[in-house]
């Protein structure tokens, strides 16, 4: 893309006969724009988005990335395109530590005896162990304890995570999660609890990858469902607490999961792609509706409305399902990697990863010269109840990688005032899901892709000079 | 109490010279109402109510009938009714089978696998059973299955519970848990499945007692969480589905609780009692914060504050910690038998247990000579938000026996919009009840009990001709 912006600037040198400054303004036809507003319509009166979520989420269910589940999620993902109708299906391997969950139970010990209702963090490793109860009120005061004081005790972090449209609350949330249990070794703990990094009040807790630094040995690490939270807080109002923590699981070796791709092939720079997509792999506790079913469920709808109209717009529609975002991003990363040669192909991508919620805010991080199209493509968007929100927010999860390495994104922010409330959960499910938000979210998509899709002109993707090579 | 009447009435027969054609009307002194304002007042500034379910909920947890913890929530209901200065505290015997839950879990099975939350139902046998499920819409249409129908397979009953203020839709829900299972063995089925009695939709299943008619082999019988009683009705209609119930429960032998009792003992009439109470026992999986902890918690503060005025009222105020409601009301049983002889020294009673909504409605069973005092209970209320709804409702579980051997009964509704939300799940926690709500219960109580205790004649408490004998 590169390449072609010099040409485009070149050819308009020598149109005015005046000193190129920058790129010239990519726009976007206002045939397409026409067409825009119809495939909106259209997307917000069908329930494919919804459907294809249901699928999903009740033929599989919970897909944990390397497990059998995950494994029939690749094959129903390449058949659901098919049945859908893209031009083009295939699948990418991405290989990864295997992390399985067998078991987990609590109880407090002693005068006060009952269970606590908790789960593993993702990377946690077996054990069980009892111990007195040292609670900390966030992060920073039990990363503060010296080392060797809790000796053969157990760390609980009881972070109240913030309710907020935007997420804004999980930063710290999952920054407990992902420091504290090393900072919880580093004291000496021979188990680390932490409150859920969620907003609900249900007895089910969070789950979510952790990680050890390097050096340490790994111990057994939790979390509380939120009233387990509030309960052991109470109990340890009124004295110590012993709690016996028992957990059985762990990694065990490696698996090799797939991203799956599909096209609806442009009809005159099909070499060019935009590029939407969720992630296929759950978590386990839950059916993986909002986390990330709806994401799938809605590009994958998005791309087969774009591919229904009379003509295909311009450049490829491509729609990537990634394997295993939630133990670190490996298929967003392998995805990175096999595509490092062709990043100024890709011409612009989002993906879908904060529920189901409807999209309120719109904002790309094209550069300038991108800005007429950006701004055309926020005015499709305003009747959907979108905001153009310039600067605010970033790519999803799975395309942070390869925006490192130069491509240009944009992205569909969603209410996420809920999403905390299941995120990670037992109760990620189907239920949770309004079917009138989610065509909102197809419409937005479809929209959103099409016109990207259709621009002439780039949206400044070009690869960096740190780009991770092609393998 | 009869005979006390009968006084009355010779004495207003010499007073006037008429004939008697009825007992004096009972009414209580303007005194009193005066003071019941004030009690109304102080209850609504205390949260005492709250402290003492926290101290329950928190400090015992869960405490199934028979349990270690159950011994112990007697124990804890001891202490805190001497602790709040009760006159008297002793504990009187319920001894009844002990029903114990293990450990649960189901899978579908094939192409579709993914485990299914669900929780088995109290009096279920153990089992591991595999079949095919057959899904019916409602207990009526099990019942028609024919004899043989369901040989190997799994009944389900996917009947959805309605949700209503005054939990009208609990009768069918619960009609389903008490009397399917026994539909299902005739039609031949290895086990039971329902949609869980509950108005949610978390994948906390709601348990609760069932039973099985006489001459019957028991079945593993458990309740899917709503959630999973949706998934598998989608995955019922894409094809059959084989599911694997997996239950570790069953009755082990006979086990000992208590009915706790505490009484402010009444200033000028002690040995005529007005009764408030709620049960003790909860089910396993919550904390038994709304069922019943708020009962306890709501009705020994009542007591409490009455015992605080300057002076006791005329009548003993007696607050009862029934045991074993849940698995058949042996608690209120044990006290119908053990105070057969006293029924008419039983003035009034109620008993809470519905939750920790606000009372919005009053009614007792109370005889016509009694309307005058039940008339100005209503309007002492009604600052409350409390209407007087004459003819609706009726004793609490625990009261049933004593009310059908003669006991007059009145009733506070509580608003249960919510309260299957929460019933008989893990969900049932402190943190769903909302402290100003409770203290308005404990207000509405507080006020109903003293007013009983000095109203000026009585609410018709007579031994019936068929009451249990005293044993």
Chains 1, 2 share one sequence.
């Not at 059998?68 to 129903?76: G, K, L, M, T």
């Not at 919880?184 to 932490?194: C, N, P, Q």
């Amino acid at each position: 893309m590169l390449a072609s912006s010099l040409s485009l600037a070149l050819a308009a040198f020598l149109a005015t006969g005046q000193a190129v400054a920058a790129p010239p303004q990519t726009r976007i036809p206002d045939a397409a724009i026409s067409e825009s507003a119809r495939l909106r319509e259209a997307a917000l009166a069908s329930d494919l988005g919804y459907r294809i979520t249901e699928s999903l989420t009740t033929e599989v269910g919970a897909r944990l990335a390397g497990s059998e589940a995950d494994a029939r999620a690749v094959a129903w993902a390449q058949a659901k395109f098919k049945e859908l109708g893209f031009d083009k299906v295939w699948i990418e391997p991405v290989t990864f530590p295997r992390w399985e969950r067998r078991s987990e139970s609590a109880q407090v010990l002693g005068a006060n005896a009952q269970p606590l209702i908790l789960t593993a963090l993702g990377g946690s490793p077996a054990g069980t162990v009892e111990g007195e109860v040292v609670r900390f009120a966030d992060l920073a005061a039990l990363e503060a304890a010296p080392a060797g004081s809790l000796a053969g005790k157990i760390a609980f972090v009881d972070y109240k995570m913030e309710r907020a449209r935007d997420g804004a609350g999980y930063g710290p949330g999952s920054g407990v999660r992902s420091r504290a249990p090393s900072a919880a070794i580093r004291a000496g703990a021979v188990a680390f609890l932490m409150r859920s990094a969620g907003t609900d009040s249900h007895r089910n807790p969070h789950t979510g990858i952790t990680r050890f630094d390097d050096g340490l040995t790994p111990i057994p690490s939790a979390a509380l469902a939120v009233p387990d939270a509030d309960q052991l807080t109470r109990l340890l109002a009124r004295g110590p607490q012993r709690v016996r923590v028992s957990l059985d699981c762990g990694w065990d070796g490696e698996a090799t999961s797939h991203n799956v791709i599909g096209e609806i092939t442009g009809s005159s720079r099909p070499d060019e792609v935009v590029l939407i997509g969720g992630h296929l792999d759950s978590w386990d506790l839950g059916t993986g509706a909002i986390d990330d079913g709806a994401g799938i469920g809605l590009t994958m709808a998005a791309g087969k409305l774009i591919g229904d109209l009379p003509k295909h717009p311009a450049r490829t529609i491509r729609v990537v399902a990634f394997a295993n975002e939630e133990q670190g991003l490996h298929g967003g990363k392998a995805y990175a990697q096999a595509h490092a040669a062709n990043i100024t192909r890709h011409q612009l991508a989002a993906e879908s990863d904060f529920g189901a919620g409807r999209v309120y805010a719109f904002a790309s991080g094209a550069p300038e010269h991108a800005k007429v199209a950006v701004d055309q493509i926020a005015a499709a968007l305003a009747p959907l109840g979108i905001e153009h929100t310039p600067g605010e927010g970033g790519p999803g999860p799975d395309l942070t990688p390869f925006v490192a390495n130069g491509m240009a994104w944009a992205t569909l922010r969603q209410d996420g005032s809920d999403y905390f409330d299941l995120h990670h959960t037992p109760d990620d499910t189907l239920d949770k899901i309004n079917p009138q938000d989610l065509a909102q979210n197809v419409a937005a998509y479809a929209v959103f892709a099409y016109l990207a899709a259709q621009a002439e002109g780039d949206f400044g993707s070009e690869a960096k000079p740190a780009a991770v090579p092609s393998e």
